[in-house]
């Protein structure tokens, strides 16, 4: 099916730096979504963005839906070793019939 | 918050039997539940919507007759994988999502990693 372009694919930092990632479509969704999945487990919610331009913060993650609705990003700031994971974006249209995802970020943090 | 649970998280089969995981909505009532699939170091993909009391939809190149999905209550779906082949090993997950919001997000389960041998 139909996926979001997310970029960066993998990233590897030192703790305590600021992380970034991305991710864009060509089609426009109501609500982007930030999930954080570990090995052998579900994708858990971060972040859920509603409306055009919002920005939303959760602790040291702040997340924005962009002005077009064709993206949004995902900052981390002050990385720490338990940032570790695959970062996923999603993109959902009406009351969650449509929901598509991101490839993921692989973030790696070196201590 | 919303949990939904999924069960096993684990299970090995052998080739050519049927194995069926559980997705539960613990403490809402879920009238649609997804199911995804995930292959090594890749996305979710959606593989079909589960709705209570009629026949999922399935998304282009996955064959229902294979992955039989049911939604016989409002808390719980469940996914069979039939006949299964070393090909079907993979990751799959559920989600649900509060019914009647006009936007809300997607509660995932644990997953369950199916091998078969």
């Known amino acids: 099916g139909q996926q979001l372009n997310q970029s960066p694919q993998s990233m590897f930092i030192q703790e305590g730096e600021d992380v970034s990632m991305n991710c864009t479509s060509s089609s426009i969704f109501n609500t982007w979504l930030w999930y954080k999945q570990e090995p052998g487990e579900g994708p858990v919610l971060l972040i859920a963005l509603y409306k055009a331009g919002e920005l939303t913060s959760n602790g040291r993650l702040t997340a924005q839906f962009g002005i077009t609705r064709k993206d949004s990003f995902l900052n981390i700031s002050a990385s720490i070793p338990s940032d570790v994971g695959i970062y996923f974006c999603?993109?959902?249209?009406?009351?969650?019939?449509?929901?598509?995802f991101g490839a993921g970020t692989r973030l790696t943090v070196k201590p | 918050g919303a949990v939904v649970s999924q069960h096993p998280s684990r299970v090995i089969c052998k080739s050519g039997t049927s194995v069926k995981i559980e997705c539960r909505s613990l403490?809402?009532?879920?009238?649609?539940m997804f199911w995804y699939r995930q292959f090594p170091k890749q996305s979710l993909m959606l593989m079909a919507t589960?709705?209570?009391?009629?026949?999922?939809?399935?998304e282009q190149g996955v064959e229902k007759d294979k992955f039989l999905i049911n939604h016989a209550s409002l808390t719980l779906s469940t996914l069979t994988v039939t006949s299964a082949h070393p090909e079907d090993s993979s990751f799959y997950i559920c989600s649900a999502s509060y019914p009647g919001r006009a936007n809300t997000e997607a509660f995932f389960g644990q997953g369950t990693r199916l091998t078969v041998v």
């Open positions: 403490d809402f009532q879920a009238t649609t």
């Open positions: 589960s709705n209570e009391g009629s026949k999922a939809t399935y």
């Open positions: 999603a993109g959902q249209k009406y009351n969650n019939n449509d929901m598509r």
